[in-house]
């Protein structure tokens, strides 16, 4: 946060990323044996008489090459959180590199977060009536830890005197 002033006390301080695909080297592993185990079955079908099958057996590679590419762009998405005594910050960087600002006022900031054990279930921040929805990509533990630690942070942010 380069426009965050030098003197702001930080109460909060996160970067939000999904969990990080498989390394490239292990991705063209796993290709590699797709492709050479589909490559063989098609052979086999050819041989069996039954070729019309064989360009449908090599579309399975290239499904699971569009998967791990795709898997790999939404991982670079990531969220920046920065909680001092006057505002929050959430920054959100979309894949393609794009950053989007919120500034919210702390006071009257409170974190939704009802039920954390079921599957897809929103951390979210609330305040007078807007919502904005924050570590979506995380597991239900890390958004139940983060749900905890943002509400201590509030906490902390209400009952800091400014300087």
Same mark, same amino acid.
């Given at each position: ?67 791990? =590419? ?69 597991? =239900? ?23």
């Amino acid at each position: 946060m380069s426009d965050r002033p030098p003197h702001a006390r930080v109460l909060f301080d996160a970067i939000l990323e999904p969990n990080r695909p498989m390394p490239p080297a292990r991705i063209f592993a796993v290709l590699g044996f797709v492709a050479l185990f589909s490559f063989s079955a098609g052979i086999l079908f050819m041989l069996q008489g039954a070729w019309p099958v064989v360009p449908f057996i090599g579309v399975d590679v290239l499904v699971l090459g569009i998967a791990f =590419a795709a898997c790999g762009r939404a991982a670079r998405k990531r969220e920046h959180l920065v909680l001092t005594p006057e505002r929050l910050i959430i920054e959100r960087i979309a894949p393609n590199g794009q950053t989007s600002r919120e500034e919210i006022d702390p006071y009257w900031l409170r974190v939704e977060h009802q039920d954390p054990e079921r599957i897809g279930s929103d951390l979210a921040l609330v305040a007078r009536g807007r919502r904005w929805v924050i570590g979506s990509f995380l597991g =239900a533990d890390e958004r139940a830890s983060l749900a905890e630690a943002l509400r201590d942070a509030l906490y902390k942010a209400r009952n800091t005197l400014p300087t």
